[in-house]
């Protein structure tokens, strides 16, 4: 063997050397002690594998934290250091935002359960239709009743319909028609600011759900106060459903949806409740969610490019009507939340139009085709599907010198809407 080839090869077994300095393939070492080598080998690769746990598992709490931390204050990074002014929350805060985790986890792991037994096809068609049908129910009384009705007064219903309309929406669970137009007429009035109950400035996970699992900004709390609530303390049927909501809540959304499939046609008790109870119930509740981050996030501005809200049919399909939500932010007193009428993506409108062939839904305000024209030209991103040149009203490029409105209102009932929109609206079914 030449010098050479005696040099190369200890090369190459030097080369081949662990960390550990244990030799990799051939070596002359004896079998006992390649034994310890591997094991030392295993052990710092289970070491190796620990250190990543500990440091994604670090990671993700900081994330975590920053993310639904209860408190409310916003960094500026998941990894920048808290902020000074960090508050110290109190025993009950603690308490009570626990609380509704707790809630949200158990009601999303019975919601998983459910989903199993419908993907494992151990759920009646029946139990299925029934949830949807329930579904349905939930979002309309969110749709047409706390929000349209209630947050905007974009229509007047009697009192039966009302009474309807509240017993949908406590089936839908998501908060009582006062506390939920409360903080929908916050949210219209400071959109995605920090007085927005979920700014969408703050990212999707917390528009979509991480504001209902923690304290709420100081700016909410400092403006909730001035929203003016006092039509609704004036109608009983908000204030009965207000103070009966928790045991409503429990029946209407919880005990009945479980009776009925067992009762009507043989449903296993369990698959009931956790499919037409528990999973319909998450569904809904998500459906709604999706109003306040995608339809912030992602679609077009026909109406205002300036504002986050966004036209998206997806949202609207899942939420019965309520994803047109560009042209919403901009006139929140119209019942149809849209500006085309067309029942099959807004089953909101088609409820509240039928109930007002008997009378039991008037004064529906909608804006007129001038009307929308002229602020699609003055603030819209040009992806209305209407020409943007009415030519049926005359207005052309000139409309685009106008200045654009920039008052936020929260509907009907707000002293600060434009004089112009109150001027011009239409009322269908009106009342004497
Ligand atoms: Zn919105
Ligand atoms: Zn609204």
């Known amino acids: 063997m030449s010098p050479n080839a005696t040099d190369s090869s200890t090369i190459l077994r030097e080369e081949r050397k662990m960390p550990n300095g244990c030799a990799n393939g051939w070596s002359s070492m004896s079998d006992s002690a390649e034994e310890q080598c591997w094991k030392g080998q295993a052990f710092l690769k289970i070491n190796e594998i620990v250190g990543m746990v500990k440091y994604y598992s670090l990671r993700a709490y900081i994330i975590f934290w920053h993310e639904l931390s209860m408190n409310p204050r916003v960094r500026s990074s998941p990894f920048s250091p808290p902020p000074a ?3 110290v929350l109190s025993a009950d805060e603690i308490f009570s935002t626990r609380r509704r985790r707790l809630f949200f986890t158990s009601i999303h792991l019975l919601a998983l359960a459910g989903l199993y037994f419908c993907v494992t096809g151990q759920v009646k068609l029946y139990t299925v239709l029934f949830a949807l049908a329930v579904g349905i ?5 969110v749709t ?19 009474i309807i309309l509240a017993l949908f929406q406590t089936v839908g669970v998501q908060y009582s028609i ?3 137009v ?6 219209h009035k400071y959109t995605d600011t920090d ?21 709420p900004h100081p700016a909410f709390e400092s403006k909730v106060s001035s929203v003016d609530m006092t039509d609704m303390e004036s109608d009983w049927v908000v204030m009965w459903q207000y103070k009966l909501y928790a045991p409503l809540a429990a029946v209407l959304s919880y005990v009945l949806p479980t009776v009925v499939p067992w009762w009507l046609w043989g449903e296993d008790l369990l698959v009931a409740h956790l499919v037409a109870a528990q999973l319909r119930q998450v569904l809904t509740l998500h459906s709604t969610f999706l109003i306040n981050s995608a339809a912030h996030m992602w679609g077009l501005k026909p109406y205002d490019k300036n504002i986050n809200p ?5 949202v609207s399909v899942a939420t019965c009507g309520d994803g047109w939500h560009n042209y919403h932010h901009t006139f929140p007193w119209d019942y149809k939340n849209a500006e085309l009428l067309d029942y099959k993506l807004n089953l909101s409108t088609l409820f509240i139009d039928a109930f007002s062939l008997i009378g039991w839904a ?3 305000k909608t804006v007129p085709a001038e009307l929308v024209n002229k602020r699609a030209l003055r603030t819209g991103d040009g992806t209305r599907k209407q020409p943007a040149t009415d030519s049926a009203t005359g207005h052309g490029d000139d409309l685009k010198t106008v200045p654009a409105a920039c008052t936020n209102v929260y509907g009907w009932s707000d002293t600060d809407m434009p004089d112009e929109d109150r001027r011009m609206a239409q009322i269908y079914k009106k009342s004497d």
Not at 148 to 161: I, N, V
Not at 195 to 215: I, T
């Open 310 to 314: 966004t036209e998206n049919m997806f």
């Open 182 to 187: 409360r903080d929908h007429r916050l949210h």
């Open 178 to 180: 006062y506390n939920w």
């Open 85 to 87: 002014d960090e508050l």
């Open 362 to 364: 008037y004064d529906l």
């Open 144 to 162: 047409a009743g706390s929000h349209r009705l209630w947050s905007h007064h974009a229509y007047k219903a009697k009192l039966p319909l009302r």
């Open 137 to 141: 129910m939930s979002s309309i009384g």
């Open 195 to 215: 007085a927005d109950p979920h700014n969408s400035n703050r990212g999707f996970f917390y528009s979509h759900v991480g504001w209902a699992l923690m304290l």
